[in-house]
């Protein structure tokens, strides 16, 4: 598939396109696999359903959940990637109340992750199909075009973000998805939107990504090769090394987004199997956090947030059967970075 034009967000769903660049590539989602043995060496976590949030949309065919991030007043933000225009593409959620309002909608963006900035306390949005990253306050006011600029002379194809302490970005640049080659980047965007920096390029569909705990470096998912690389990062912000860091056994599952708690524990979404896998600094597989076997209609788990200093853990969960928050408790608790991109 080719990188996708700025064109209408129903059409490019009808084509069953968009779905296909920014959740997985050339697999067909399946079913959950079986839960872990009792006593084997990575267990599991069942994750409780809290509420259905979209149903299929007519108009594109699909509902892909995204995010989800929470705001410092506990509001979480979800996003849906296909919703057409006039429907929520930006939902907050009361996960105490069980409700959820619409926040903005437009008529072209598809986005694919969202994140609040410490810097200005903005939601930043990727924009996939038109790569763009877009800014709203957090009521869903005051839309801006924060960058839509070219890095490197090839426009981008972004999918998640994560900002470091100072509230500069890092974006996952899924390019080369469509043709099935390793033109994937990592880029790093000042916080005024002034100047873009390739920190990473070559890389298999780059999907997720998140600091370490300590803010040394960044996990990056990488969606065509199934894996998980580290970047360290010098003192600057500059890259300073890179390596495969963990290889994801997902069958015909994917790499999705990553999320990272205070203990330095990944969390890594699967796109093809509605589970998360989650992994210590080490690469060692902890657990597999699974939804209960008589849900029917789901597919992926794209991504999942940890409640700031708490261990209460929120998954978006999609499919044929409509989008879903579900829960679990974390292995670790939750800060910044355990908002999965």
């Known amino acids: ?70 705001h410092p007043d506990g509001g979480l933000y979800v996003v849906d990637v296909t919703a057409p225009p006039g429907k929520p593409k930006v939902m907050r959620v009361d996960v105490r109340r069980k409700t959820v309002r619409a926040v903005h909608t437009d008529g072209r963006g598809a986005y694919t992750s969202a994140q609040f900035s410490p810097y200005d306390g903005r939601l930043y949005l990727t924009d996939y199909a038109h790569g763009e990253i877009v800014s709203l306050a957090p009521d ?100 300073a090394s890179r390596h495969t860091a963990i290889r994801v056994d997902g069958g015909i599952a994917q790499t999705d987004s990553i999320a990272v708690d205070a203990d330095g524990n990944l969390y890594q979404g699967l796109h093809g199997r509605p589970a998360i896998v989650v992994y210590d600094r080490h690469g060692e597989r902890l657990a597999t956090v699974e939804i209960p076997a008589r849900a029917e209609g789901l597919d992926s788990a794209t991504n999942v947030a940890i409640t700031p200093g708490g261990t209460k853990a929120y998954m978006t969960v999609s499919g044929p059967g409509g989008g879903y928050l579900y829960t679990f408790d974390a292995p670790g608790k939750g800060t910044r970075q355990s908002n999965g991109g």
Request: with cysteine; aromatic share 6%; hydrophobic share 40%.
């Open 140 to 239: 869903g006011g005051d839309p801006r075009i924060f960058f839509a600029d070219e890095v490197d002379g090839a426009r981008m194809n972004p999918d998640d973000i994560a900002f470091d302490e100072e509230g500069h970005l890092y974006v996952s640049d899924s390019r080369g998805l469509s043709e099935g080659a390793a033109h994937g980047r990592v880029v790093r965007i000042d916080r005024d939107g002034g100047k873009a920096t390739v920190l990473a390029g070559g890389l298999a569909a780059t999907n997720g990504i998140s600091f370490d705990e300590a803010y040394r470096g960044l996990w990056i998912s990488e969606l065509t090769e199934n894996r998980i690389s580290y970047l360290r990062l010098g003192e600057g912000g500059e890259a």
């Open 1 to 70: 598939m080719r990188r996708l034009p700025p064109r209408p967000l129903a059409a490019l769903a009808t084509a069953g396109l968009l779905a296909i660049a920014i959740a997985g590539c050339g697999t067909e989602p399946g079913a959950s696999g079986g839960p872990s043995a009792p006593g084997a060496a990575t267990g599991t976590i069942r994750a409780q359903k809290v509420m259905q949030l979209t149903r299929t949309h007519e108009e594109t065919g699909m509902t892909l959940l995204e995010g989800p991030a929470f």
